[in-house]
């Protein structure tokens, strides 16, 4: 089992910057992929970012270019650096983990809001 807790979310302006932080506990070995979803009111969950243990990052391609996720495997936590905020990355943003047996594992969630 692995547990996920994350922080950083809140309320920003447009334009604006967060920064998300899960940090993972349990049987961190097993841990492959960490990465960030959202889901939006009345919207299905979407991947933002994951990374996995060597780096190697994906994006969605509605924030190439302004979220970057990172991975501190030392601290076992994941980052996701959110500059460039805009109102459509509203959401609830959840922490993700993909174990080597294909387990996947989820954070309670953290809600963003970009709003003026």
């Known amino acids: 089992q692995v547990q996920l807790v994350e922080s950083g979310g809140g309320l920003v302006q447009p334009g604006g910057s967060l920064r998300l932080s899960c940090a993972a506990s349990g049987s961190i070995f097993s841990i492959n992929y960490m990465g960030w979803y959202r889901q939006a009111p009345g919207k299905e969950r979407e991947l933002v970012a994951r990374i996995t243990p060597g780096g190697s990052t994906d994006y969605a391609d509605s924030v190439k270019g302004r979220f970057t996720i990172s991975r501190d495997n030392a601290k076992n936590t994941v980052y996701l650096q959110m500059n460039s905020l805009k109102p459509e990355d509203t959401a609830v943003y959840y922490c993700?983990?993909?174990?080597?047996?294909?387990?996947?594992?989820w954070g309670k969630g953290t809600r963003v809001t970009v709003s003026s």
């Open positions: 993700n983990v993909l174990s080597y047996s294909v387990m996947n594992y």
